[in-house]
């Protein structure tokens, strides 16, 4: 059956902090035409400040996906592109006043909500599907990430991860077309590991962090000081250690919400490959170098080195 490409019925406002700059940010989503692809646009640059999403822009993968295009650059690029890949749509312009999107509850979840309820655009443009020709696999020995990319109908991800915690234990998620991406995956929200967030702050990361926008796993149980000084450095009045690991500033919204939210994250990165494509992602403890990096070879591979799908 013949597919068409999708763009939003109407613009889109949102507001809000980016996670690690801290700063204020307005973001727009606005409907584009047929083969327009999913482009960012730093309005503060200027009225012609695009940088389309694909992997060749990406310059950082440090707890975000940055992309770089000359003096354009845009940070924690992968829920909203997520939410476009999720949703199905093509063609659409991302409008920011500042760096980096903002962070919101740390899921696709508001995107998901403002969208969903007017559906989606059909254009008159087909949707073109890409097939890979062989398979590409990736390992990380530093990590221990894998990326297996095999040649398949349709598209879909199998996720395992692991990170040695006794919280978390080891944790699986898969999707393939037609699963409910809306109320399975987007609701899902970024995390952190309690030791991590020191070092996260020191290092000038996590300045939007305000504990509710981010699930944090305590690993062993810790000191009342160690959690109050923690509450201080996110402007709360107190933060317990729930009994089953985690920070009390959230509710669980899945018993595994993090690695849904971890395939979440590998949907929006993939979308950098700038087209759809049929194949069977299998990953295991995946994090955004890795998976932009093989969304860089797959666009090569569909591509041939050019930069239009
Ligand atoms: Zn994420």
Avoid at 66 to 91: C, M, P, Q, W, Y
Avoid at 153 to 178: C, P
Avoid at 232 to 247: E, K, S
Wanted: with cysteine; charged share 25%; net charge negative.
């Amino acid at each position: 059956m013949q597919e068409f490409q999708k763009t939003l019925r109407r613009r889109y406002d949102f507001e809000g902090k980016g996670l690690h700059s801290g700063r204020q940010v307005k973001m727009s989503l606005l409907p584009a035409p047929e083969n327009t692809g999913i482009r960012f646009l730093r309005t503060d640059l200027g009225p012609d400040a695009y940088i389309e999403a694909v992997a060749d822009y990406v310059t950082q993968t440090q707890r975000g996906t940055t992309l770089e295009k000359g003096e354009i650059r845009v940070s924690t690029i992968e829920h909203i592109l997520a939410t476009f890949s999720g949703l199905g749509v093509d063609n659409a312009v991302i409008a920011l006043d500042n760096l980096e999107v903002p962070i919101l509850d740390g899921s696709s979840a508001p995107y998901i909500q403002a969208i969903l309820p007017d559906g989606l655009e059909e254009q008159s443009a087909p949707r073109r599907w890409y097939t890979l020709e062989k398979p590409i696999f990736v390992r990380d020995e530093q990590s221990g990430a894998e990326l297996e990319i095999t040649p398949a109908d349709e598209f879909s991800i199998e996720l395992t991860v692991d990170y040695n915690s006794e919280v978390l234990g080891v944790q699986h998620a898969s999707f393939k077309m037609g699963d409910d991406f809306a109320t399975e995956f987007a609701p899902c929200r970024t995390f952190v590991f309690f030791h991590e967030l020191e070092f996260l702050a020191k290092n000038g990361l996590i300045k939007g962090g305000d504990v509710e926008n981010a699930l944090v796993i305590v690993e062993k149980p810790v000191p009342q000081e160690e959690l109050d000084r923690m509450a201080d450095l996110f402007n709360v009045q107190h933060l317990t250690r729930t009994p089953a690991g985690y920070l009390d500033n959230v509710t669980l919204r899945f018993p595994n919400e993090c690695v849904r939210h971890k395939l979440m994250d590998i949907m929006g990165d993939f979308s950098l490959v700038g087209c759809r494509f049929r194949a069977h992602v299998r990953a295991v403890k995946s994090g955004h170098k890795i998976n932009t990096d093989i969304a860089k070879r797959i666009r090569y591979e569909l591509l041939g080195g050019t930069s239009e799908c």
